[in-house]
């Protein structure tokens, strides 16, 4: 992706004065505001309408700027070197001096910490002398947006400016893990756990559904288009949008698939943007047919059972 400096000028000079603007990011794009601003992070609260207590991710460019504002550990330095800039998110403890606004954490101390690869935001982020408090830039409670018309779909003219950065490389958003005592999972994402456990050598526990909601990304409605789902579909009803997995022999015009070639990778890049557009082709209900449920698929079947508690 070739990147436009005029257009990183513009996003810098908006993020300068507090002002929201919506980056690309490789797992999807975020709603930015310069983290150490408490009226920046309430004008992304207020665009969102995201509930308060849902605290927000702060998109680093390195671990070094990172030092500022937060504590680690081994663990962490493990996965960051492996692999950071990448879909992966960690919950680390504030230091207390950091420069974090208050609104953005409600978690006493605990900071979500994120290392964007998406050139576009590195470019940005290196630019900056604050870190930017990004959530995924789509209305609270719906579907992601992984493109800077997805973006414009939800917000319309009320975000000062878009900055453009293609179709999102993942399409999913990224892992999150606590790594602040036994490392725990929060949100199944984009940076599949099998390879977490490789690097970590230990067993990690995996909490996306607790009793106790630590983080709003596990709550059960989430990622919602906004009509009913219903999954492992074998027949579907009248005027339902199909949604299968590959490319069958047999195709109409209600059906949707997510890989041509029976990919989970393409898959999950395409899951978000096909909820979308059949949500726009006026379908009242979609029916999606069985997902295969490992590595990727996992995050993907995450997704739509959320969704499909609408
Ligand atoms: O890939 C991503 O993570 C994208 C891109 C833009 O970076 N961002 C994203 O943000 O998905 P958001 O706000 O939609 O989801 C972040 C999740 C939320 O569920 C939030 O509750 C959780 O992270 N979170 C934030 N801070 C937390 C904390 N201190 N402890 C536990 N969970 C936290
Ligand atoms: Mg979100």
């Given at each position: 992706?070739?990147?436009?400096?005029?257009?990183?000028?513009?996003?810098?000079?908006?993020l300068?004065?507090c002002e929201c603007v919506a980056i690309?990011?490789?797992?999807?794009?975020g709603l930015a505001g310069n983290a150490y601003s408490d009226s920046a992070c309430k004008k992304i609260f207020?665009l969102k309408?995201r509930?308060?207590?849902n605290p927000l991710i702060v998109h680093y460019?390195?671990?070094?700027?990172?030092?500022?504002d937060?504590?680690?550990?081994?663990?962490?330095?493990?996965?960051?070197?492996?692999?950071?800039?990448?879909?992966?998110t960690?919950?680390?403890?504030?230091?207390?001096?950091s420069k974090i606004s208050k609104i953005v954490t409600?978690?006493?101390?605990?900071l979500a910490v994120r290392?964007p690869?998406?050139?576009?935001?590195?470019?940005?982020l290196?630019?900056l002398?604050f870190p930017l408090a990004a959530p995924s830039a789509?209305?609270?409670?719906?579907?992601?947006?992984?493109?800077?018309?997805?973006?414009?779909?939800?917000?319309?003219?009320?975000?000062?400016?878009?900055?453009?950065?293609?179709?999102?490389?993942?399409?999913?958003?990224?892992?999150?893990?606590?790594?602040?005592?036994?490392?725990?999972?929060?949100?199944?994402?984009?940076?599949?756990?099998?390879?977490?456990?490789?690097?970590?050598?230990?067993?990690?526990?995996?909490?996306?559904?607790?009793?106790?909601?630590?983080?709003?990304?596990?709550?059960?409605?989430?990622?919602?288009?906004?009509?009913?789902?219903?999954?492992?579909?074998?027949?579907?009803?009248?005027?339902?949008?199909?949604?299968?997995?590959?490319?069958?022999?047999?195709?109409?015009?209600?059906?949707?698939?997510?890989?041509?070639?029976?990919?989970?990778?393409?898959?999950?890049?395409?899951?978000?943007?096909?909820?979308?557009?059949?949500?726009?082709?006026?379908?009242?209900?979609?029916?999606?047919?069985?997902?295969?449920?490992?590595?990727?698929?996992?995050?993907?079947?995450?997704?739509?059972?959320?969704?499909?508690?609408?």
């Amino acid at each position: 992706m070739k990147i436009n400096l005029a257009n990183i000028k513009k996003a810098k000079k908006l993020l300068n004065k507090c002002e929201c603007v919506a980056i690309p990011t490789e797992t999807v794009y975020g709603l930015a505001g310069n983290a150490y601003s408490d009226s920046a992070c309430k004008k992304i609260f207020k665009l969102k309408k995201r509930p308060k207590n849902n605290p927000l991710i702060v998109h680093y460019y390195n671990i070094q700027k990172l030092k500022e504002d937060c504590n680690f550990n081994n663990n962490f330095h493990k996965l960051y070197k492996r692999f950071c800039p990448g879909p992966i998110t960690f919950i680390l403890n504030l230091k207390k001096n950091s420069k974090i606004s208050k609104i953005v954490t409600n978690k006493k101390g605990a900071l979500a910490v994120r290392f964007p690869k998406h050139p576009v935001a590195r470019s940005l982020l290196k630019k900056l002398s604050f870190p930017l408090a990004a959530p995924s830039a789509n209305l609270s409670s719906k579907v992601s947006a992984v493109s800077s018309d997805n973006v414009r779909e939800d917000f319309g003219k009320k975000i000062k400016y878009v900055l453009e950065g293609g179709k999102s490389s993942i399409g999913l958003e990224s892992t999150i893990i606590d790594i602040r005592n036994r490392p725990k999972i929060l949100r199944l994402g984009g940076l599949e756990i099998s390879v977490i456990k490789k690097v970590l050598k230990k067993k990690i526990l995996i909490k996306t559904n607790p009793k106790k909601i630590s983080s709003p990304g596990q709550l059960k409605i989430h990622y919602s288009p906004g009509i009913p789902i219903r999954l492992n579909v074998k027949r579907i009803k009248n005027n339902e949008a199909f949604l299968l997995f590959s490319k069958k022999k047999e195709r109409k015009s209600n059906y949707y698939f997510l890989s041509q070639k029976g990919d989970l990778k393409e898959a999950a890049k395409n899951l978000y943007i096909t909820l979308r557009k059949i949500k726009k082709n006026k379908y009242k209900s979609i029916a999606v047919g069985k997902i295969p449920n490992k590595g990727l698929g996992k995050t993907i079947n995450d997704r739509l059972i959320r969704a499909s508690k609408f």
